[in-house]
């Protein structure tokens, strides 16, 4: 098992950053690659961002692609993402979640996740 926790969203302008981190417990000297999804009222969950287990690759939906900025310490069992250039269409809850190694894009392919952070972009 593989407990997961967000924290760093909060309220912010058009234009401006957050942080998000996650940190992780329990299991986590499995391989597991790491993502971040994202849940805007009334849509389907939907992939923002995703890294390997070593942290060699990422991947980025295109919506977000030279914004926002995907990393882990394995050491600290963290998993960051920055958000730069913040749009009232990033308003979502932003969950974390452990899955293949490899860093699938697709949320059915996520064994754990967390509870979510609420991130509101004002325009």
């Known amino acids: 098992q593989v407990q997961l926790a967000e924290s760093g969203g909060g309220l912010v302008q058009s234009g401006g950053s957050l942080r998000l981190s996650c940190a992780a417990s329990?299991?986590?000297?499995?391989?597991?690659?790491m993502g971040w999804f994202r849940q805007a009222p009334g849509k389907e969950r939907e992939f923002v961002s995703s890294?390997?287990?070593?942290?060699?690759?990422?991947y980025y939906a295109d919506s977000v692609k030279g914004r926002f900025t995907i990393s882990r310490d394995s050491v600290k069992n963290t998993l960051n993402l920055q958000m730069n250039s913040l749009k009232p269409e990033d308003t979502a809850v932003y969950y974390c979640?452990?899955?293949?190694?490899?860093?699938?894009?697709?949320?059915?392919?996520?064994?754990?996740w967390g509870q979510g952070t609420q991130v509101t972009v004002s325009s």
């Open positions: 890294i390997s287990w070593s942290g060699g690759s990422t």
């Open positions: 329990g299991r986590t000297f499995s391989p597991y690659g």
């Open positions: 979640a452990a899955g293949p190694a490899y860093a699938s894009r697709w949320p059915g392919e996520y064994n754990y």
